[in-house]
């Protein structure tokens, strides 16, 4: 286990709602990464957040936004969901390191089904 | 931009045989490289990674992957496979400047049979 843990492990909206996804990082990671996963694909990046500030962001439009508190917990918002939203969620967590070359670990996802 | 191609969509090995996942990368200036494995309704599990220096990266459950700078390929081995490493395993890239996210590869599935 990574010490990543997610919250909810699975959540059904329906399409025009709005959903929050939570995400606690490993104990002395700092910085949060959100990744979509849709079926049968590899991971998206949506966003990184460190020190409470976004840090880059993918190809997704801006009703896909987020947070990180002082403790680097973060939050997946998405605003007016979609049928094509439906997918597992991944939050990763990593330190900074100055050369790099960290390693993000990954919460076990949740998987978010829009109808 | 930078990209992961892995080519075969699933590998098929006979457990105690040895065997290779496949990845191939394009990146701006310097790679850091990553395996990961899911296993079904889990989050990715990271396996090993190679930053700089000695090509062969040793990592956990007994993997092992190879970096070639001139193929840029980095193929995940390991000499004996188990019924147990039966999964969906992913390649992952970023450079070493520049937005620190991953990009994934689309994943091969390992089925080891007994």
């Known amino acids: 286990e990574t010490g990543v843990t997610q919250s909810p492990t699975h959540l059904i909206k329906t399409r025009g709602q709005q959903v929050t996804l939570r995400c606690s990082s490993q104990s002395g990671h700092n910085t949060v990464s959100w990744y979509q996963q849709a079926l049968g694909q590899g991971p998206q990046f949506i966003f990184q957040y460190y020190r409470e500030e976004e840090n880059g962001r993918g190809n997704f439009p801006p009703r896909f936004s987020g947070l990180q508190f002082p403790n680097y917990s973060s939050e997946l918002n998405v605003n007016a969901l979609e049928l094509d939203d439906s997918a597992l969620y991944l939050c990763?967590?990593?330190?900074?390191?100055?050369?790099?070359?960290?390693?993000?670990?990954f919460g076990p996802g949740t998987r978010l089904l829009v109808l | 931009a930078q990209s992961v191609a892995q080519p075969e969509d699933q590998v098929n090995v006979a457990e105690g045989n040895p065997l290779t996942v496949k990845c191939t990368y394009s990146v701006s200036g310097n790679p850091y490289l990553f395996w990961y494995v899911q296993y079904p309704n889990r989050g990715l599990q990271f396996l090993l990674k190679y930053i700089t220096g000695d090509n062969l990266v040793k990592g956990s459950y007994g993997f092992e992957a190879e970096f070639n700078k001139s193929q840029t390929s980095f193929h995940l081995k390991k000499p004996s496979a188990l019924v147990s490493d039966s999964a969906l395993y992913f390649c992952a890239v970023r450079g070493d400047t520049g937005r620190r996210a991953l990009t994934f590869g689309s994943g091969t599935r390992l089925q080891v049979q007994p």
């Open positions: 990763a967590s990593s330190p900074i390191l100055a050369g790099g070359g960290e390693t993000q670990y």
